[in-house]
Protein backbone atom coordinates (compact mmCIF):
# COMPACT_ATOMS: atom_id res chain seq x y z
CA UNK A 1 0.00 0.00 0.00
CA UNK A 2 1.40 3.44 -1.02
CA UNK A 3 1.90 5.92 1.78
CA UNK A 4 -0.46 8.80 1.19
CA UNK A 5 1.51 12.29 0.38
CA UNK A 6 1.49 14.82 3.31
CA UNK A 7 -0.98 17.82 3.04
CA UNK A 8 0.24 20.47 1.39
CA UNK A 9 1.31 23.10 3.64
CA UNK A 10 -1.49 26.16 4.12
CA UNK A 11 -1.13 29.21 2.09
CA UNK A 12 -0.36 32.82 3.38
CA UNK A 13 0.50 31.82 6.70
CA UNK A 14 2.74 33.01 8.86
CA UNK A 15 6.04 31.01 8.77
CA UNK A 16 7.49 29.89 11.77
CA UNK A 17 10.46 32.42 11.39
CA UNK A 18 7.90 35.28 11.38
CA UNK A 19 6.66 33.50 14.96
CA UNK A 20 10.34 33.64 16.30
CA UNK A 21 10.88 37.31 15.03
CA UNK A 22 8.06 38.23 17.00
CA UNK A 23 8.89 36.36 20.16
CA UNK A 24 12.54 38.32 20.11
CA UNK A 25 10.76 41.31 19.41
CA UNK A 26 8.86 40.50 22.84
CA UNK A 27 11.46 38.82 24.94
CA UNK A 28 13.97 41.76 24.18
CA UNK A 29 11.12 44.03 25.07
CA UNK A 30 10.56 42.70 28.36
CA UNK A 31 14.48 42.38 29.54
CA UNK A 32 14.73 45.86 29.27
CA UNK A 33 11.77 46.77 31.45
CA UNK A 34 13.07 44.44 33.48
CA UNK A 35 16.48 45.33 33.64
CA UNK A 36 15.57 49.41 33.23
CA UNK A 37 14.37 48.85 37.11
CA UNK A 38 17.36 48.42 38.80
CA UNK A 39 18.69 52.10 38.28
CA UNK A 40 16.08 53.75 39.33
CA UNK A 41 15.48 51.36 42.36
CA UNK A 42 19.26 51.93 43.35
CA UNK A 43 18.81 55.52 43.50
CA UNK A 44 15.45 55.50 45.30
CA UNK A 45 17.18 53.31 48.08
CA UNK A 46 19.98 56.32 48.42
CA UNK A 47 17.38 59.05 48.46
CA UNK A 48 14.77 57.32 50.82
CA UNK A 49 17.11 55.27 53.03
CA UNK A 50 15.37 52.00 52.39
CA UNK A 51 16.66 48.70 52.86
CA UNK A 52 18.17 46.48 50.12
CA UNK A 53 15.76 43.79 51.64
CA UNK A 54 12.49 46.41 50.49
CA UNK A 55 14.27 47.09 47.29
CA UNK A 56 14.65 43.73 46.22
CA UNK A 57 11.47 42.63 47.83
CA UNK A 58 9.29 45.09 45.82
CA UNK A 59 11.40 44.06 42.52
CA UNK A 60 10.78 40.73 43.02
CA UNK A 61 6.88 41.38 43.29
CA UNK A 62 6.63 43.15 40.70
CA UNK A 63 8.27 40.80 38.44
CA UNK A 64 6.46 38.23 39.06
CA UNK A 65 3.39 39.52 37.72
CA UNK A 66 5.22 38.81 34.06
CA UNK A 67 5.42 35.20 35.29
CA UNK A 68 1.78 34.77 35.92
CA UNK A 69 1.33 36.83 32.18
CA UNK A 70 3.51 34.45 30.71
CA UNK A 71 1.98 31.50 32.47
CA UNK A 72 -1.53 32.92 30.88
CA UNK A 73 -0.22 32.74 27.55
CA UNK A 74 -1.06 29.48 26.28
CA UNK A 75 -4.31 28.93 27.95
CA UNK A 76 -7.86 29.20 25.75
CA UNK A 77 -9.29 31.67 28.43
CA UNK A 78 -7.61 35.37 28.78
CA UNK A 79 -6.39 36.53 32.08
CA UNK A 80 -9.43 38.18 34.34
CA UNK A 81 -9.97 41.84 33.34
CA UNK A 82 -8.95 42.87 36.62
CA UNK A 83 -5.36 41.43 36.11
CA UNK A 84 -4.83 43.16 32.66
CA UNK A 85 -6.00 46.70 34.16
CA UNK A 86 -5.03 46.60 37.36
CA UNK A 87 -1.72 44.44 37.94
CA UNK A 88 -0.66 44.38 34.42
CA UNK A 89 -0.80 48.05 33.59
CA UNK A 90 0.89 49.35 36.83
CA UNK A 91 3.76 46.96 35.75
CA UNK A 92 4.00 48.42 32.70
CA UNK A 93 3.76 51.82 34.17
CA UNK A 94 6.87 51.34 36.35
CA UNK A 95 9.00 50.20 33.94
CA UNK A 96 8.43 52.76 31.37
CA UNK A 97 9.17 54.83 34.34
CA UNK A 98 12.42 53.46 34.85
CA UNK A 99 13.47 54.02 31.34
CA UNK A 100 12.52 57.10 31.18
CA UNK A 101 14.78 58.21 34.75
CA UNK A 102 17.42 56.54 33.35
CA UNK A 103 19.32 59.68 32.35
CA UNK A 104 18.46 61.01 35.82
CA UNK A 105 20.01 58.05 37.42
CA UNK A 106 22.91 58.91 35.37
CA UNK A 107 23.60 62.18 36.33
CA UNK A 108 22.20 62.01 39.81
CA UNK A 109 25.24 61.90 41.45
CA UNK A 110 26.21 65.38 40.08
CA UNK A 111 22.95 66.99 40.82
CA UNK A 112 21.50 69.16 43.40
CA UNK A 113 18.63 66.50 44.81
CA UNK A 114 16.02 69.01 43.75
CA UNK A 115 16.96 68.54 40.27
CA UNK A 116 16.81 64.73 40.83
CA UNK A 117 13.39 65.36 42.07
CA UNK A 118 12.24 67.50 39.18
CA UNK A 119 14.18 65.33 36.88
CA UNK A 120 12.28 62.10 38.04
CA UNK A 121 8.73 64.39 37.65
CA UNK A 122 9.14 64.99 34.08
CA UNK A 123 10.17 60.80 33.49
CA UNK A 124 6.81 60.43 35.47
CA UNK A 125 4.77 63.01 33.33
CA UNK A 126 6.22 60.83 30.37
CA UNK A 127 5.43 57.68 31.82
CA UNK A 128 2.06 58.61 32.15
CA UNK A 129 1.40 59.59 28.27
CA UNK A 130 2.73 56.50 26.96
CA UNK A 131 0.38 54.19 29.06
CA UNK A 132 -2.44 56.50 29.37
CA UNK A 133 -5.37 55.54 26.93
CA UNK A 134 -7.29 57.39 27.59
CA UNK A 135 -5.46 60.45 27.10
CA UNK A 136 -3.58 59.20 23.90
CA UNK A 137 -3.48 61.26 20.74
CA UNK A 138 -4.72 59.61 17.47
CA UNK A 139 -3.47 60.69 14.69
CA UNK A 140 -5.59 60.94 11.70
CA UNK A 141 -3.43 60.27 8.36
CA UNK A 142 -5.10 61.55 5.18
CA UNK A 143 -3.66 60.22 2.20
CA UNK A 144 -4.89 59.82 -1.64
CA UNK A 145 -4.74 56.55 -2.90
CA UNK A 146 -3.57 55.84 -6.72
CA UNK A 147 -6.03 53.45 -9.10
CA UNK A 148 -4.87 53.02 -12.60
CA UNK A 149 -8.61 51.89 -13.93
CA UNK A 150 -10.73 54.15 -11.37
CA UNK A 151 -14.12 54.70 -12.65
CA UNK A 152 -14.64 58.70 -12.85
CA UNK A 153 -17.70 58.40 -10.94
CA UNK A 154 -15.43 56.51 -7.83
CA UNK A 155 -13.28 59.45 -8.05
CA UNK A 156 -13.08 61.11 -4.37
CA UNK A 157 -14.54 58.02 -2.98
CA UNK A 158 -13.65 58.37 1.57
CA UNK A 159 -12.60 55.12 2.76
CA UNK A 160 -11.89 55.45 6.82
CA UNK A 161 -9.69 52.34 7.65
CA UNK A 162 -9.75 51.01 11.41
CA UNK A 163 -7.42 48.65 12.64
CA UNK A 164 -6.00 47.06 16.08
CA UNK A 165 -8.41 48.45 18.18
CA UNK A 166 -7.99 45.36 20.84
CA UNK A 167 -10.95 46.69 22.42
CA UNK A 168 -10.58 44.93 26.26
CA UNK A 169 -8.84 45.35 29.70
CA UNK A 170 -5.85 47.72 28.27
CA UNK A 171 -8.26 49.45 25.61
CA UNK A 172 -11.50 51.00 27.50
CA UNK A 173 -14.80 51.57 25.92
CA UNK A 174 -14.70 55.06 26.25
CA UNK A 175 -12.07 55.33 24.33
CA UNK A 176 -12.96 53.53 21.35
CA UNK A 177 -16.37 55.74 21.15
CA UNK A 178 -13.87 58.48 21.15
CA UNK A 179 -12.31 56.64 17.98
CA UNK A 180 -15.91 55.81 16.36
CA UNK A 181 -16.94 59.80 16.95
CA UNK A 182 -13.82 60.93 15.31
CA UNK A 183 -14.44 58.41 12.32
CA UNK A 184 -17.48 59.28 11.60
CA UNK A 185 -16.60 63.46 11.70
CA UNK A 186 -14.33 62.14 8.24
CA UNK A 187 -17.60 61.54 6.58
CA UNK A 188 -16.72 58.37 5.16
CA UNK A 189 -18.31 56.61 1.96
CA UNK A 190 -16.23 53.13 3.24
CA UNK A 191 -15.37 52.26 6.46
CA UNK A 192 -12.43 49.76 6.00
CA UNK A 193 -12.06 47.03 9.65
CA UNK A 194 -8.91 45.44 9.25
CA UNK A 195 -8.59 42.52 12.08
CA UNK A 196 -8.00 42.60 15.67
CA UNK A 197 -10.76 44.38 16.72
CA UNK A 198 -11.02 42.55 20.38
CA UNK A 199 -8.34 41.90 22.85
CA UNK A 200 -8.80 38.17 23.51
CA UNK A 201 -12.19 35.87 24.13
CA UNK A 202 -15.66 37.42 24.12
CA UNK A 203 -16.23 38.88 27.16
CA UNK A 204 -15.49 42.67 25.50
CA UNK A 205 -18.30 41.37 22.33
CA UNK A 206 -21.27 43.56 24.24
CA UNK A 207 -18.73 46.46 24.68
CA UNK A 208 -17.98 46.56 21.40
CA UNK A 209 -21.30 45.96 19.83
CA UNK A 210 -22.27 49.11 21.23
CA UNK A 211 -18.95 51.16 19.99
CA UNK A 212 -19.42 49.74 16.59
CA UNK A 213 -22.78 50.92 15.90
CA UNK A 214 -21.72 54.46 15.77
CA UNK A 215 -20.43 53.38 12.76
CA UNK A 216 -23.24 54.93 9.83
CA UNK A 217 -20.86 55.68 6.52
CA UNK A 218 -23.02 56.09 3.19
CA UNK A 219 -21.78 52.94 1.60
CA UNK A 220 -21.31 50.35 4.24
CA UNK A 221 -18.81 48.87 6.40
CA UNK A 222 -16.40 45.59 5.53
CA UNK A 223 -13.95 43.73 7.69
CA UNK A 224 -12.09 40.89 8.02
CA UNK A 225 -10.91 38.75 10.73
CA UNK A 226 -7.44 39.05 12.45
CA UNK A 227 -5.58 36.83 14.67
CA UNK A 228 -6.55 38.11 17.95
CA UNK A 229 -10.51 37.77 16.52
CA UNK A 230 -9.84 34.14 17.32
CA UNK A 231 -7.96 33.76 20.05
CA UNK A 232 -10.51 31.66 23.14
CA UNK A 233 -12.81 31.33 20.28
CA UNK A 234 -13.99 35.05 19.87
CA UNK A 235 -14.33 34.80 16.29
CA UNK A 236 -17.79 32.81 15.95
CA UNK A 237 -19.65 35.77 17.94
CA UNK A 238 -17.68 38.33 16.83
CA UNK A 239 -19.64 37.31 13.22
CA UNK A 240 -22.58 37.42 14.73
CA UNK A 241 -21.79 41.19 15.91
CA UNK A 242 -21.03 42.49 12.64
CA UNK A 243 -23.97 40.33 10.85
CA UNK A 244 -26.24 42.21 13.94
CA UNK A 245 -24.43 45.64 12.47
CA UNK A 246 -25.38 44.61 9.03
CA UNK A 247 -21.22 44.31 8.71
CA UNK A 248 -20.07 42.72 5.49
CA UNK A 249 -17.90 40.11 7.10
CA UNK A 250 -15.07 39.25 3.58
CA UNK A 251 -13.55 35.83 4.55
CA UNK A 252 -12.02 35.12 1.28
CA UNK A 253 -14.21 36.91 -0.44
CA UNK A 254 -15.75 39.62 -2.67
CA UNK A 255 -18.54 42.43 -2.95
CA UNK A 256 -18.63 44.77 -6.20
CA UNK A 257 -19.18 48.02 -4.58
CA UNK A 258 -21.31 50.54 -6.69
CA UNK A 259 -21.73 53.96 -6.80
CA UNK A 260 -23.22 56.60 -9.59
CA UNK A 261 -23.09 53.50 -12.47
CA UNK A 262 -19.71 52.72 -11.53
CA UNK A 263 -18.24 49.50 -9.87
CA UNK A 264 -15.24 48.21 -7.90
CA UNK A 265 -14.36 45.44 -5.90
CA UNK A 266 -13.40 45.14 -2.21
CA UNK A 267 -11.93 41.58 -1.39
CA UNK A 268 -11.11 40.61 2.02
CA UNK A 269 -9.21 37.93 3.33
CA UNK A 270 -9.14 35.78 6.65
CA UNK A 271 -6.39 35.20 9.23
CA UNK A 272 -3.29 33.82 8.43
CA UNK A 273 -2.01 33.09 11.85
CA UNK A 274 -4.48 30.11 11.84
CA UNK A 275 -3.78 29.47 7.39
CA UNK A 276 -6.97 30.85 6.73
CA UNK A 277 -5.82 33.84 4.10
CA UNK A 278 -6.78 32.67 0.88
CA UNK A 279 -6.24 35.50 -2.13
CA UNK A 280 -6.83 33.28 -4.90
CA UNK A 281 -9.87 32.02 -3.62
CA UNK A 282 -11.22 35.79 -2.07
CA UNK A 283 -11.30 36.82 -5.97
CA UNK A 284 -12.59 34.05 -7.64
CA UNK A 285 -15.41 35.41 -9.97
CA UNK A 286 -14.68 38.94 -9.25
CA UNK A 287 -15.13 41.09 -12.35
CA UNK A 288 -12.92 43.12 -14.02
CA UNK A 289 -12.53 46.13 -12.20
CA UNK A 290 -10.05 47.41 -9.70
CA UNK A 291 -9.85 46.10 -6.75
CA UNK A 292 -9.55 47.29 -2.72
CA UNK A 293 -7.62 44.47 -0.99
CA UNK A 294 -8.64 44.78 2.93
CA UNK A 295 -6.08 41.77 5.04
CA UNK A 296 -4.76 42.05 8.64
CA UNK A 297 -1.11 41.02 7.87
CA UNK A 298 0.75 42.94 5.53
CA UNK A 299 3.23 40.36 4.53
CA UNK A 300 0.35 39.43 1.91
CA UNK A 301 1.42 42.33 -0.28
CA UNK A 302 3.67 40.81 -2.67
CA UNK A 303 1.17 37.87 -3.45
CA UNK A 304 -1.42 40.32 -3.88
CA UNK A 305 0.44 42.60 -6.16
CA UNK A 306 1.07 39.34 -8.18
CA UNK A 307 -2.80 38.92 -8.44
CA UNK A 308 -3.05 42.51 -9.50
CA UNK A 309 -4.77 44.39 -6.61
CA UNK A 310 -4.47 47.97 -6.79
CA UNK A 311 -4.61 48.83 -3.32
CA UNK A 312 -4.17 46.70 -0.15
CA UNK A 313 -4.93 47.68 3.84
CA UNK A 314 -3.37 46.04 6.28
CA UNK A 315 -2.49 46.40 10.20
CA UNK A 316 -1.30 43.85 12.29
CA UNK A 317 1.99 45.03 13.30
CA UNK A 318 1.46 48.43 15.27
CA UNK A 319 4.70 49.50 14.27
CA UNK A 320 5.92 48.20 17.25
CA UNK A 321 4.39 50.48 19.41
CA UNK A 322 7.87 51.68 20.25
CA UNK A 323 9.94 53.92 17.60
CA UNK A 324 12.63 56.89 18.46
CA UNK A 325 10.21 60.06 18.16
CA UNK A 326 10.22 61.87 14.78
CA UNK A 327 11.92 59.16 12.58
CA UNK A 328 8.70 58.09 11.28
CA UNK A 329 8.92 54.41 10.19
CA UNK A 330 12.89 54.34 9.92
CA UNK A 331 12.81 54.62 13.81
CA UNK A 332 10.30 51.65 14.60
CA UNK A 333 11.85 49.42 16.51
CA UNK A 334 10.14 46.26 14.85
CA UNK A 335 12.04 46.85 11.62
CA UNK A 336 15.18 46.61 13.33
CA UNK A 337 14.26 43.04 13.30
CA UNK A 338 13.68 42.36 9.84
CA UNK A 339 9.79 43.12 9.84
CA UNK A 340 9.40 44.77 6.21
CA UNK A 341 6.35 46.53 6.53
CA UNK A 342 5.42 48.61 9.49
CA UNK A 343 3.06 52.17 9.38
CA UNK A 344 3.06 53.87 6.24
CA UNK A 345 2.53 53.42 2.19
CA UNK A 346 4.40 50.82 0.20
CA UNK A 347 4.30 50.48 -3.91
CA UNK A 348 4.83 47.35 -5.67
CA UNK A 349 4.28 47.81 -9.49
CA UNK A 350 1.17 49.30 -9.97
CA UNK A 351 0.14 47.93 -6.61
CA UNK A 352 -0.14 49.97 -3.22
CA UNK A 353 -0.04 48.88 0.69
CA UNK A 354 -1.18 50.97 3.19
CA UNK A 355 -0.34 49.76 7.00
CA UNK A 356 -2.11 51.49 9.63
CA UNK A 357 -0.30 52.10 13.08
CA UNK A 358 -3.51 50.35 14.52
CA UNK A 359 -5.54 51.89 17.52
CA UNK A 360 -5.08 50.42 20.71
CA UNK A 361 -2.48 48.15 21.91
CA UNK A 362 -1.04 44.11 22.19
CA UNK A 363 1.42 43.08 24.92
CA UNK A 364 2.11 45.72 26.54
CA UNK A 365 -0.06 48.97 26.76
CA UNK A 366 2.58 51.36 25.92
CA UNK A 367 2.97 53.32 22.62
CA UNK A 368 6.63 55.83 22.81
CA UNK A 369 6.70 57.42 19.39
CA UNK A 370 4.29 55.31 17.20
CA UNK A 371 0.83 57.09 18.10
CA UNK A 372 -2.14 55.71 17.26
CA UNK A 373 -4.04 55.88 13.48
CA UNK A 374 -7.06 56.75 12.07
CA UNK A 375 -6.33 56.70 7.64
CA UNK A 376 -8.46 58.18 6.05
CA UNK A 377 -8.41 57.95 2.42
CA UNK A 378 -9.41 59.33 -1.01
CA UNK A 379 -9.13 56.89 -3.79
CA UNK A 380 -7.56 59.12 -7.31
CA UNK A 381 -7.09 57.96 -10.38
CA UNK A 382 -3.75 57.62 -11.35
CA UNK A 383 -0.65 55.58 -11.00
CA UNK A 384 1.55 54.83 -7.74
CA UNK A 385 3.75 57.16 -6.31
CA UNK A 386 7.30 56.23 -4.55
CA UNK A 387 6.80 54.81 -1.03
CA UNK A 388 6.61 57.19 1.82
CA UNK A 389 6.39 55.99 5.30
CA UNK A 390 3.73 57.22 8.06
Given amino acids: MTAEAPAPAPQDRDTPGQRRRFARVVLLLFCVLVLAQAPLLWMLTTLTGLGAGWVVGWFLLLNAQIG ?108 ARRVIRVAMALKPDVVAITGDVIAAGPAFLPALERTLAGLKPRLGTFAVMGNHDYF ?25 L ?59 THGGQLAIPFLGRRGALLSWFGQDFVPGAYVLGQSVLYVSGGLGTTAAPVRIGMPAELPCFRLVRGVAPEAHGG
Fill in 68 to 175: VRVWWVPRPTPPPAWFERYVIWFFFGWSILSLAAVPVVMLSPWLPEVFTWAGLGLALVFTLYAVGIPWRRVRITHLDLPMVDLPPALEGLRVVQLSDLHLGPLVPEGY
Fill in 232 to 256: SGANKALRAVYGRLRFRVLDNAHHV
Fill in 258 to 316: RRGGASLVIAGVDDTWRGHADIQKALTGAPELPVLLLAHDPDLFPAAAAQGVAIQLSGH
